[in-house]
């Protein structure tokens, strides 16, 4: 089967489980401040888990793009070096919300396994969860048990928390867990170590396909496990895995998933793939990026100085280095590799393909502006070598070359050795130890668990499109440090307080009881949370609240919303329907559009967009009083 066929084979199996096939969430992950990137398969259900929200479905399952390169689960630095990990891959999951449990959860993925792909059964381990003192957890005895149904004892394995414990971030949904491995060394080498000894142990060719998690605990704050209001199932195959499994490779680059990309790379390069280990790893490393850049900026998450964009731009910057030392690219390539990329992938996720001019012209942009960088790097490397001949490279210069022209130090280190010289790799991981401290202050915030002042399993009702006012009840409050200052986050059981949403500022206001006014200074969205921030805790959270918003300000607000709608009508009349919304800021005073177009707006477009955003009759209705 080719890959296509596999994801389909897999999709097909659970349908017929009466599981639901859901789209996979955008790998951008927009709402949960505990995420950047889509980590797992169940992020998408990580309110249903938590009990936050009702299920649509008691089944699901999907094939969700995910991104390691960020928080709990980064694999940044190994992908390329091994034939098993990488930065962007697929998560092939099912799901029981409340439905199923263990004993249907591992009958499944063992029939999938057996039955329909037909995997040897002898080249199968599993693991189970063998309890963990700290957190007065006892072995899951049993999954033990169900998986007795199916494999020898022999072939069950005991996993610490690590391994057999698994939480998507520090806080949040998490669960016993059971992996099933899979040993693809040849039969000698079988004959010669059990392949039970090499579970976790890190071999290329013993590895983990499939984790079958048992989502029943929530992970607080202070580290301590509550159980959720029911128990679900969440499950999640490496696609990219399976693949290299089915098609008897040796490692998941050589797949008909990276190959048609790699052979394209040797191409461009004219080096071949399979000669030496630093030319593959490079190419490994390109095809894997590739990926996840492109997935990332189609999905909406453009590369920046700060934040998820930050984190995207670093990735293509790795890319595109490793292709300028190991493979001679002097010019954009990566963004020739993409129409490939879309080739493989537009079937099953057509926003590659809607989105490839945007994606690829932003690629170039980066790759031509860090190409820039990297030449002027190089000559500040030669200027310091001519003026300290025979010396050292100073760890401070040459954290200045990782920090100002993004060297990855063993490329200076490369290049120091072309010299005959060293790199004084105290100092500058000396200078590294700081940066990161220091962002690491920076970034400090505390999340204190919720107090719950009002059961109730309902979201939060929004009424605020006809209301602006009206009577609510806190149901649960914490406090938060951040940046060393402490605020509040309310839920309220009803609200008219407009959530921050899509580039959208919230709604201030005021929540008013018979004793007290405290004051509403923002509105966010967590999940699908609605949080109320306030520096001032009500003294009686029991009590009856009415909760208004500052009306006038919310109108200003909707002006600029509307506005942003009638200026992206226009800029698709006047420049053409490409333009799609990228990004965008309103808020009381103004309004910002992200967009891209291929050059410049002249003066004339721009006077086109503006006369047609006045002229819309709407507009009179609309315009801000300012
Ligand atoms: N959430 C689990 C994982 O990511 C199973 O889907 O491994």
Request: hydrophobic content about 35%; some cysteine.
């Amino acid at each position: 089967m080719n890959a296509y066929e596999i994801r389909n084979s897999f999709l097909d199996f659970f349908r017929s489980k009466e599981h639901t096939i859901v789209p996979s969430a955008p790998i951008v992950v927009k709402n949960d401040p505990t995420l950047m990137f889509t980590n797992a398969g169940m992020n998408q259900f990580k309110d249903i888990f938590l009990g936050n929200q009702p299920s649509k479905w008691k089944r699901a399952a999907d094939s969700q793009k995910c991104l390691r390169v960020s928080g709990k689960h980064n694999d940044l630095e190994e992908v390329g070096h091994d034939t098993y990990h990488h930065t962007m891959f697929e998560m092939l999951g099912n799901w029981s919300f409340g439905d199923y449990f263990k004993k249907e959860a591992i009958a499944y993925a063992w029939e999938y396994l057996t039955e329909v792909v037909k995997i040897d059964k002898d080249r199968l381990y599993v693991t189970v969860f063998g309890g963990d003192e700290k957190d007065g957890q006892p072995a899951d005895m049993e999954a033990y048990g169900y998986w007795k149904d199916h494999v020898s004892e022999d072939r069950i394995i005991y996993g610490n928390k690590k391994d057999n414990f698994w939480e998507m971030g520090e806080t949040g949904p998490c669960g016993p867990c059971s992996e099933i491995h899979i040993d693809l060394r040849d039969d000698e080498a079988r004959k010669q170590i059990p392949g039970r000894d090499l579970v976790n142990m890190d071999d290329p060719q013993v590895i983990e396909i499939w984790n079958l998690v048992f989502m029943q605990y929530n992970r607080m704050a202070d580290g301590h496990l509550v159980e959720l209001p029911a128990k679900h199932v969440d499950t999640g195959m490496g696609f990219e895995r399976l693949v290299r499994v089915l098609q008897g490779k040796t490692s998941n680059y050589d797949t008909d998933v990276f190959q048609p990309i790699i052979q394209a790379i040797a191409k461009m390069s004219g080096i071949e793939y399979g000669k030496a280990e630093k030319t593959d790893v490079a190419m490994r490393v390109i095809a894997d990026h590739l990926r996840a850049v492109s997935f990332a900026i189609a999905d909406g998450q453009l590369p920046s100085n700060n934040g998820a964009g930050y984190v995207i731009r670093r990735v293509l910057r790795r890319a595109v280095r490793y292709g300028f030392t190991f493979l001679g690219f002097e010019e954009p390539f990566v963004c020739q590799l993409l129409p490939i990329l879309v080739q493989q992938m537009e079937h099953n996720y057509p926003e590659i393909k809607s989105q490839q001019e945007l994606v690829s012209k932003v690629i170039r942009e980066e790759e031509a502006s860090f190409l820039r960088t990297l030449a002027q790097g190089i000559k500040r490397f030669e200027g310091y070598v001519e003026q300290h001949p025979q010396q050292d490279i100073d760890g401070n210069f040459a954290f200045e070359l990782f920090d100002t022209f993004g060297f990855p130090i063993d490329l200076t280190q490369l290049m120091a050795s072309e010299k005959g010289i060293n790199v004084d790799m105290e100092g500058f991981k000396a200078n590294l130890e700081e940066q990161k401290n220091r962002s690491r202050k920076a970034a400090e915030k505390a999340n204190g668990d919720w107090v719950v002042v009002n059961e109730s399993e309902q979201p939060t009702e929004f009424v605020g499109y006809t209301d602006m006012s009206c009577e609510s009840h806190i149901l649960r409050f914490r406090e938060v440090v951040a940046k060393k200052k402490t605020h509040f986050e309310i839920v309220l059981d009803k609200t008219p307080f407009y959530a921050e949403m899509g580039g959208e500022v919230g709604d201030t206001g005021t929540l008013t009881s018979e004793n007290e006014t405290v004051k509403i200074l923002n509105t966010v969205k967590e999940n699908n949370l609605v949080i109320h921030i306030t520096e001032q805790l009500p003294q009686n959270p029991e009590t009856a609240f009415n909760a208004a918003i500052d009306v006038e300000r919310r109108q200003r607000i909707a002006n600029n919303h509307s506005a942003t709608h009638l200026m992206h009508a226009a800029l698709r009349q006047v420049l053409g329907t490409h333009v799609e919304q990228k990004g965008s800021l309103v808020d009381d005073q103004r309004l910002r559009f992200d967009f891209s177009h291929f050059s410049k707006m002249t003066p004339e477009e721009i006077r086109q967009v503006e006369k047609i955003v006045n002229q819309n009759p709407e507009c009179d209705l609309r315009r801000n009083p300012d």
